[in-house]
């Protein structure tokens, strides 16, 4: 499950692109001050479900501001309260700062405020079934395929390759806040709101 709140990061991050795109929402406008973690430059995570079987406990995201392409070193801690199995829907809201606005932006070739209806067949289209989870993933006993059993994982800080990837320009410099829910069979099963920089070299 740990790797579930690793993937909800990076899709959040929109480093990976992925296979099923939802509607695309109406961009929307929000003045900085309504919601809490409107910090910019700054990483910053909270957990937003209410009791939602899945909880992060510790995630820790460096450097700050994250380069494109560069190294990203993550830390994290999840309690999987339940297992979960396909389908494993994620729902993102995607802001990014404009001034003292935030710009909630529309999904856009499966990047932005995206409904990936399967994070499951995302999974194993990216590590196909029967391939071992790759480093350091396998060293820790983190899944990377569903079902995802109920239990703690950890995973202590370790170092990831972030690739020169072709972003659009109005996903590159800036700060970002996402919000992504998990749900399983109708049911959330975890929330989590991040903010971060992005920097492209």
């Known amino acids: 499950m740990l790797y579930m709140g690793l993937a909800l990061a990076l899709c959040a991050l929109q480093l990976v692109p992925a296979a099923l795109a939802g509607p695309q929402p109406q961009l929307l406008v929000e003045r900085s001050g309504a919601r809490r973690l409107s910090m910019v430059g700054g990483f910053a995570w909270e957990n937003c479900g209410d009791k939602d079987p899945v909880v992060v406990q510790s995630l820790s995201v460096a450097p700050d501001p994250i380069s494109i392409p560069g190294s990203l070193r993550v830390s994290a801690a999840v309690n999987n309260g339940k297992t ?12 990014k700062a404009l001034g003292d606005l935030w710009i909630q932006l529309p999904c856009i070739d499966q990047l932005g405020s995206c409904t990936y209806n399967d994070v499951c067949s995302i ?3 990216l590590i196909p079934p029967g391939v071992p989870c790759p480093e350091p993933l396998l060293t820790y006993g983190i899944p990377c395929h569903c079902p995802f059993k109920e239990g703690f994982y950890s ?20 700060n970002y806040r996402v919000r992504a829910v998990l749900s399983n069979g109708g049911e959330e099963r975890a929330c989590l709101k991040l903010a971060f920089s992005l920097r492209s070299k």
């Open 155 to 174: 995973l202590p800080a370790s170092d990831f390759d972030v690739p020169d990837v072709e972003l659009p320009s109005w996903m590159t410099n800036g």
């Open 84 to 95: 979960m199995a396909s389908p494993l829907k994620a729902e993102l809201v995607v802001e």
């Open 123 to 125: 999974l194993d289209d």
